[in-house]
């Protein structure tokens, strides 16, 4: 193993053993001092739980990331980006805020990341017979990308280990790449990868079903975040020579974030066409679907990360069709998966009446 490896393995060992040990302290003051989740119609959890889980990911990441990774080509602004919304998710978890306030955070890490340090999307490498982007449009572009996957990550915090096991196999996949491919101009963000991994692997522990501790938005804000800074750097990094994807990198990097975009889109649809606002709250997500047909929180978990996983081997292996043929069957794939959930559902709902 190459000293690279040796620092990657130490980074990801030190984020988890410090998250690992930093969760039962966290639960025992949250216990002490009544910050708990208290069950509602929306939650499927039934007893009160802390929410804090974000603080043990956060400082897990944060001092494995400080200590053993170069702080070059954006990842000292993706740091700063992760702090601002820290204190955003912390407060929502301690007193809940606006989802204005919620924006202005997130606007704010954005710019950070996108104007300080030049992180965005500059090309779409061909989608459409589009290359390379305005810089007014890769601006707002990249800005709608960063919100969008931040956003898709805190919705799919829905149930015991979710979110948590979908980043994990998100990030690991990325940080594969990058550590393969990167070269000087990507590299140090395979220790961003890492460093989360370890950091929600020592959360888990405490976080699958039943959770005694969630990760709150504390911990999907910044995590989401995160993915989204590393979904466009591994798009940007497919117009370097010798990347394996080429210009089908940004489909690519749609199927790696299939479950938390396909969920986020579904919902917002569904909400829609219902009249309602796509932001207001209700039980149907993916995984509120499939707890409806009978499965148990663990094994829809599973079966989610299955899907997940099941969506990159199919669009890492199939690369070489190029960007369109690509999104068509993640397209293709949605509208089949949408049609099951609703199908289902109707029937589901018809026998609840019946009964």
Known sequence: MNALGIQLGLSSLWAFLVAMFAVPSIIYIAHLKNMLDTPNVRTVHESLTPRLGGVAVFAGFMSALTIFAPLNNGVQQLLAGCIILFFVGLKDDLVSISVAKKFVGQLLATGVVMIMADVRITSFQGILGIEELPIGISYAFTFFAIVGITNAINLIDGLDGLAGSIVLIIVSTFGYYFYQYGGPGYQNYAFVAVCVVGGIMGFLRYNFHRASIFMGDTGSLVCGFIVSILTIQFIEMG?????????????????????????????????????????????????????????????????????????????????????????????????????????????????????
């Open 239 to 355: 117009l370097t020579v010798g990347q394996p994807f080429g210009s089908a990198a940004p489909a690519v990097a749609l199927g790696i974030l299939f479950v938390p975009l396909f969920d986020t889109l579904r919902v917002f649809i569904v909400r829609m066409m219902a009249g309602r606002s796509p932001f207001s709250p209700d039980k149907n997500h993916v995984h509120h679907r499939i707890l409806a047909m009978g499965f148990q929180q663990i094994s829809t978990v599973m079966l989610l990360g299955l899907l997940n996983v099941v969506v990159i081997l199919l669009v890492i292996n199939f690369a070489y069709l190029g960007n369109l043929v690509l999104i068509g069957l993640l397209v293709g794939l949605s509208l089949i998966l949408s049609l099951f959930l609703g199908v289902y559902h109707s029937r589901a709902e018809r026998q609840r009446v019946a009964s």
